[in-house]
């Protein structure tokens, strides 16, 4: 089968017959064969060209998920134009910036995103949702090659200059042509349960989720349907409604729809006996497969990290769970779960063509054709990001006897919200280090269950309330790099390495999560927690008593502002700690 660039893919579902595309905005629903945005695409291409869109010329995209998002990508492919695709809930000021960078001379918006905010931003300005599905126009394809670039994916920063991957065709045919092999495999059992729909909650500014709405489902001649809004009951009604088979989404929306059903079906609650026939078992969670209806079996989840536990439960209930692992810079996909052979807590074996090596710390390590040239127009990110043709993930991780995959946190500091998206703590500790009575901030991701949140450590002047600080610092940030929650540090510094003065960020976030005080450990200034015990001196304190001082939100009022006389009348939070600085349980306050 050729596969050459990917509109080799384009003449392909441009001769499938059925639904591709399906759309329910909460108004009104509607379908496009594959004939059919075929057709728009090449129609929409002319337009392009008639606009004088031309080959390696930049196009960027601004909107929600939508069939005429699919239609005007192929069209750019097409035309030989470069897609620049925006998340549609960024701000106006980031796509301006975006668009300046790539010198765009059109910029495609949705519905849902604010279009009288480019005002004056000297593009073009389209609105996907006028483009003509009855249009027949047609214009002669570009001459492209695998090595042309096909998109420029940027990361999204408040502050910092916004940096764009460059994917090439090659990049992307060395992700799915894997996947089109193993699933030509199957194909031919797939009939009973054709045709196979897939709803899909991933952004399609994000690659994996344009590659399981684009690129995958026609392999398998199936539908894909985009929907308006999150909330599990709709989630479950639209799979129930329309006969879904898969679910793509961020692991956010597992969690959700867990605990959806376990108010709906209180069984799913229940562990199966050990060893229990997966049909009994099945038998046994029937509520939750009429929930969702009789052909729904698989949930694929990208974008962020996969509680194990959550991955088991889904599990336990009979639904293949499908992780894999991968960035933009390897466009998206390094490793995948099969589908019949999923593996617990691992992202799968690396796919044909690309190899995978971890560094003596830890690091994975990835080289193949998947993998980007670089970044746009930024030489020294990019000569960062590889060494001797591996590059760096940034990611820790380790593969066992199998090959298989497993992934142990990260090297880099960025924090992947619950939705997939990426935060920089550089970006928001800008923010927050320019506000009045802020003495120094450090950012990092808070996990709350299978959950990381942007989470601030600040040391802060008398009397300045950490809310107050949120407040102002959000203003100014984007809606995912908003913080979450907020601790004050107990002492007058944050602590960093010598020398270099770089922030030991692991130190911050052990001391979140355990309350275990980092080393070296010093305590200064009214913001911090000490204990003194009888004959040591401390000013304004009574020489034979113990001293609890503090931040209100740092102790309980029940041991605010109390003198204790021995070491055992401490509360056990303090105990074991005498003569020295208490490590408190972080000052935290959860912003909703």
Excluded at 3 to 31: I, M, P
Excluded at 214 to 239: E, K, Q, S
Aim: aromatic share 8%; net charge positive; hydrophobic share 45%.
């Amino acid at each position: 089968m050729r596969r050459e660039t990917l509109l080799d893919f384009f003449d392909d579902f441009a001769s499938l017959r059925g639904v591709f595309l399906a759309h329910d905005n909460g108004f009104r629903r509607r379908e496009h064969t594959y004939a059919e945005v075929a057709r728009a695409s090449r129609a929409f291409a002319a337009r392009l060209d008639a606009a004088g869109v031309r080959k390696g010329d930049t196009v960027v995209f601004w909107s929600e998920n939508r069939p005429e998002w699919i239609a005007a990508l192929w069209a750019c492919l097409l035309q030989g134009a470069i897609v620049v695709p925006i998340d549609y809930r960024a701000s106006a000021d980031f796509l301006r910036r975006v668009a300046a960078i790539v010198k765009s001379r059109l910029v495609l918006i949705g519905e849902e995103v604010e279009a009288s905010s480019l005002d004056g931003s000297g593009a073009d300005v389209w609105r996907l949702d006028q483009l003509d599905w009855s249009a027949r126009d047609t214009v002669e394809r570009a001459s492209v090659s695998r090595d042309d670039t096909a998109e420029i994916i940027f990361t999204s920063g408040a502050t910092a200059e916004p940096k764009g991957v460059v994917i090439t065709h090659r990049n992307v045919l060395a992700n799915i042509v894997p996947v089109e092999g193993e699933i030509l495999k199957y194909r031919r059992y797939a009939w009973p349960f054709a045709p196979i729909r897939f709803l899909n909650l991933l952004p399609l500014s994000h690659m994996f989720g344009q590659s399981m709405a684009t690129f995958i489902p026609p392999m398998l001649a199936g539908t894909v349907l985009f929907i308006h809004g999150y909330n599990p009951h709709d989630i479950v009604r639209h799979i129930r409604a329309r006969r879904i088979s898969v679910l793509v989404s961020v692991p956010k929306i597992l969690d959700v729809l867990r605990e959806h059903i376990l108010r709906v079906a209180p069984i799913a609650a229940e562990m199966p006996p050990a060893g229990e026939h997966f049909l009994r078992r099945w038998w046994r969670y029937r509520a939750v497969h009429r929930a969702f209806g009789w052909k729904f079996w698989s949930f694929v989840v990208g974008a962020a990290p996969l509680d194990p536990a959550l991955e088991e439960a889904w599990g336990r209930l009979g639904y293949a769970v499908i992780q894999g692992y991968g960035l933009t810079e390897t466009a998206p996909i390094v490793s995948l779960n099969h589908p019949f052979s999923t593996s617990k807590g691992s992202v799968g074996k690396a796919i044909a063509g690309v190899e995978v090596r971890i560094a003596p710390d830890g690091e994975i390590l990835v080289r193949g054709d998947n993998v980007t040239t670089g970044y746009f127009n930024r030489d020294a990110a990019t000569a960062e990001a590889f060494e001797g043709g591996w590059f760096h993930t940034g990611d820790i991780g380790e593969v066992d006897a199998q090959g298989r995959l497993f992934i142990k946190g990260r090297k880099k500091e960025m924090i992947v919200t619950p939705e997939g998206l990426n935060v920089f703590p550089e970006d928001v500790e800008r923010v927050v280090a320019g506000l009045a009575g802020v003495r120094d901030v450090a950012v990092v991701g808070a996990r709350t269950g299978s959950e990381e949140r942007v989470h601030a450590v600040v040391v802060l002047d008398p009397g300045i309330d950490p809310q107050a600080i949120v407040r102002q610092a959000n203003l100014g940030l984007l809606d995912h790099q908003k913080i979450r929650g907020i601790s004050v540090w107990p002492s007058g510094e944050l602590p960093r390495t010598e020398g270099t003065r770089k922030l030991r960020r692991r130190e911050l976030h052990d001391w979140l999560a355990t309350g275990a005080a980092p080393r070296p450990y010093r305590a200064s200034g009214r913001d911090c927690l000490r204990l003194r015990w009888p004959g040591d001196s401390h000013r304004g304190c009574p020489r034979s008593a113990v001293v609890i001082r503090s931040f209100p939100t740092l102790w309980p009022s029940s041991i605010r502002h109390r003198t204790f006389a021995t070491p055992a009348d401490l509360p056990p939070k303090a105990a074991g700690h005498p003569g020295g600085v208490v490590p408190p349980t972080p000052a935290t306050e959860q912003i909703a």
